[in-house]
Structure formats: C-alpha cells, structure tokens
C-alpha cells in the first residue's frame, strides 16, 4: 500500500492476500507516513510496520486497568492489567506486525463498555454506546467478524443465565440491552466497516469475498488449516504458556469464580470469556493467540480472586498445575533456548544462561509468595520478574540465532554475487516471506514454483532466482527443457521456524 498508493486491494507485491480485511495495512501505512512526515526514514523498515501491534496491545492493557474498575474494583483491576500485560501470547503478538494485538484493544473497549452497560443500564450514555459500536465496527476492519462476535456470544449468554428461576428457556432477560442503543448502533458499526468491503469487491471482482470466507475462514472451521490442526481442549492445555506467568493465579481464581456467578460482575466476566473460549476450541484451526480475546476476562476474575479476603481455595490438583506452569515456564523457556542454540548452532548462549538464572530466581520468589497466600503481590511480582526472562530469551537468544533469519542472510548472499541487482530481476520460489520483501525491495517476484522460476530467468537476461530445495528438481529439467545453462551461484540454508523444517535456498543465473 505504502509503495503503490493503492489503499483497497492488500497485496504482497503482485499477489493478492485476501485473507483478512485492511484494517492493520491501514494503521500501519499511517504509521509509515507519520514517520516520514517527521524526518524519519520508514518505509523499508520492519520495526515500523510492528507499531500497531505494540499500541494495540498497549490500549488493551489500559482499557483492561480503566474499564474494569466497574466490573472488579480499582485495585483489582490495575492488578488485573499488570497480569495482562507480560502474557507470553500477548508478548509474542506485541512483536509482530499482525492483527490480534490491535484486535484484542476494540475487544477489551467494547466489552469494558459492555460491562457498563450490563451493570448500569440507566447510567450507560448514548456517548459510551457510540463508543461500543463504533470500536466495533473497527474491530470489524481489523478481523472481520471476530469483535462482534465476542459481545454477541457474552449477550446470548446473559440472557439465558438472567432469565428467572422457572421460565422456560426461550424466555430470555436482557434489561441492559437498550442501553446499547442497538437502532442506530449497529448501522453505525456497519458505517465503519462497509465502504471498504463495498470498493474491495469491486476492486477484486468478488475474489476477496471468495477467498476470505470460502478459503481462509470456513477452512479454519472445518479442518485444521495451514498444518495447524488442534484438538478440542488444547488451548486449555497451552494455557500455562500462553498465559504465564499470570495463568496460575487465574486457575486458582477459577473454582472460587464459578462459586460467585450469581454477583452479577462475576457472571458477566464469565459470559465473556467462557464461550468465546469454547468456541475456539471447538474450531479444528488451533493457533495459539486465538482465545486471546478472553483473556482480559480471566485477568480480572483472577486478580478479584488474588484480592478478596475470603478467596475459595482451588483443589490441590489445581494449584499443583498453576504451581508446575509458572516455574516450568519460567525455567523452561530460556532452557529451550538454550537447547535451540545448542543443537542448530553448536554454541552455548551465555543470554540464554542468564534467561536461567532469572527463571528459577523468578520461581523460587513466586513459590515463597504463593505458601504466604501474598497473591495481589505475587500477581505483580511475576509480571516483573518475568522481565528478565523474556529480554533473555527475546532480546539476548533469538536475534544471534542465525538460522532463523533466512531472509538478510538471502539478501546479503544475493547482494555479494550481484551487487546493485534490481529488485526486479529477482525471483523466489519456496520462501514468500514478508521480511524478504523489506530485505531486497518490494519489487521482488514471487514465483510459484520450479519451472516458474526457470520461465522467469529465460524472459530476460541478468536475472537471478532463488529456488528452494523441494523445487530444485523440478526448476533443473524445466530449464533443461528450454535448453537453459543455468550456474549455481551460492546457497543459503536456514531454518522454517513456522513449518518447523530447515530450508535449502540456492541462486541461479543462466549463463
């Protein structure tokens, strides 16, 4: 976008990606040109492009802190924030330049609004439903259905638990709806989000639609897309990664909550996070950060827990799990580095050592902590004290880990054997990754596969293409067919941390 000037189609370089509305391509453009407008050269850097992810998150963890003072108190809900904020999914989302970060920051506004709403009706103003739908309605351009859907989930939920003891259950009660405002709250929703995906249709003659709903999103419903197929229940079993180090606190919280669902905050942070959670486990596409939408929610159930005098305790079984995923975690993830860097570099990270040391310090304060019941302490002592964990593991191991950075190590091995080479001239086969674009220029060709890259090197002369080693075979007698001499330039060879499989990238020119 930022290159052609084009802000309807989202395209990496000539290909189309309709996978996902403009939303984030949008923020980080703007973010792009602010830079440039004030002097400082952005446009080929990657940094730049993550801005969005990192604001995002950060008005997630404010709105958390602000919004859930009406849901949880004051108190709790800082504590609250101060546990959102170091989990390790949001950490990882906060790095890079994707959606859910900024997804989740409509998500925690809407549904701290919601909470208004829902225990306040009379007092929630037609500002703060404007507000509602209108985060919304920009969550919408960021994921398309996924913000409304969580609030809608949340409702239906309400609805049933509030209805009276006896009724039927089609009988439902919603009195905090009106405040919503939803008469003209939804046409407003609708106004954010439809002149995009009104000029998108006619730009891609109906490919986007196709694409994104026929293609993307029912075929992370129905089957596990993309190689990341997951079992029901999995996302409860990563939750002690994903959430760390505040998802022992929250497991603790979780017995005692369900025992409190008739107070009336309580049920609507259940009804939030509960059958969001649920349905993402139910879809056969597992990544990761995809519950990340609940965990504000389960934030501020466990920091009212970590707060309240006369907290339920959890069965021994459960504390002994949150017990096992904090030090585990803690210990485990700059151990795992270290063994990464061990068995693809042959080498001994000294960051990762220190990652060690400030794991078990970690662990050793948050057990001593924990047999004190100091859980409002311990709540922030870990999101401090995990600090030096991820610098170790996020700022010392994985940016020396050479294999993993396939993209320069290409860029540089193309600029040694073709110093000054076009971007143009340049074509890829097996590695369309975003980050080669900003190595080399976003002029780059992106081919399909061997006898692609063999057309392309015969079209015209002084080219040169990089072919992986699954397409090399093919590329060889494709080449052979149109009678090419092509030489073997040099190789780069890296590690696909995504598919989790180590890549061969050779260069080619015809001689």
Known sequence: MVESGDYVRIRLGE????????????????????LEAVGIPARGQIWAYRLPSLVGALIAVL????????????????IAAAMLAPCMVLLVETHIAKTDAALLATIAIAMGLMGKAYLSPDAFTARQAAAFWAVLGIGVLLKGPIAPMVPLLAGITLAVMDRPAGARLWRLSAPWLPALRMGWGVPLMVLFAAPWFVAIGIATEGRFFSEAIGGD??????????????????????????????AWIVLRSLPGSW????????????????PTWLLFEAVQTK?????????????????????????QEAPAWMRWLGNAAVTGVAVGLPVV???????????????????IAAGVFMAWTLMRMARAAEWGRAALAGAILAVPVYAAVLEGVIPRMQAVWLSPRLAAQVAAVAPGLPADRFGVV??????????????????????????FLAEAPGRIAAVNDRQEAAFRSAAAERGLAVRELGTVTGLNYVRGRWVTMSLFRVE
């Open 15 to 34: 290909v189309e990606r309709n996978k996902k509305p403009a939303g984030i391509h949008w923020a980080q453009a703007a973010t792009v040109h602010a």
């Open 63 to 78: 709105a958390t802190c602000l919004l859930g003072r009406a849901l949880v108190g004051r108190r709790a809900a800082f």
């Open 217 to 246: 999103m029912l075929d992370k419903v129905s089957s596990g897309e993309e190689a990341h197929w997951g079992p029901p229940g999995m996302y409860a079993a990563i939750f002690g990664i994903t959430a760390f180090p505040s």
């Open 259 to 274: 025992a409190d669902r008739m107070q009336a905050p309580v049920r609507f942070l259940l009804a939030w996070a509960v």
């Open 287 to 311: 990544l990761p950060h995809y519950t990340l939408p609940a965990f504000p929610a389960l934030m501020l159930l466990g920091a009212r827990w970590a707060l309240d005098p006369l907290r």
């Open 337 to 355: 580095a270290l063994a990464a860097v061990l068995r693809v570099e042959q080498r001994i990270d000294p960051f990762a050592v220190f990652g």
């Open 430 to 455: 097996g590695h369309h990754e975003p980050s080669l674009q900003f190595a080399m220029g976003g002029g780059i060709r992106l081919l399909r596969d061997g006898p692609a890259a063999a057309t």
